[in-house]
């Protein structure tokens, strides 16, 4: 399986994410932290127009959160800047 191949699918995923694919994005470790990172920064993925609407930037927040990944951080950090507290990706980081 390619590391790619999770995130590729996390972006045409909506609200509910299989178990499935949320244990093989955990499954990449750290080797996740990048893509998603990319994933939350890419606005295309976030178009409600977009094939899985806006859910998968607010899915890529909860997998680094899972992974404890610290070096996320700064990234979300960064987009809680370009949302308002009414957007669910505000609540997800916040929280």
Request: aromatic residues 4%; charged residues 20%; without cysteine.
């Amino acid at each position: 399986m390619s590391q790619q191949a999770p995130i590729l699918r996390l972006r045409e995923t909506g609200e509910n994410l299989p178990a499935s694919l949320r244990s093989e994005v955990l499954a990449l470790g750290y080797g996740a932290i990048n893509p998603l990172i990319l994933l939350l920064q890419d606005e295309s993925a976030g178009f409600a127009d977009a094939p899985a609407g806006d859910w998968p930037p607010i899915k890529s927040v909860d997998q680094p959160v899972e992974l404890e990944a610290e070096r996320a951080i700064l990234a979300m950090l960064e987009h809680l800047t370009t949302t308002t507290i009414d957007e669910i990706i505000f609540r997800r980081i916040v929280v």
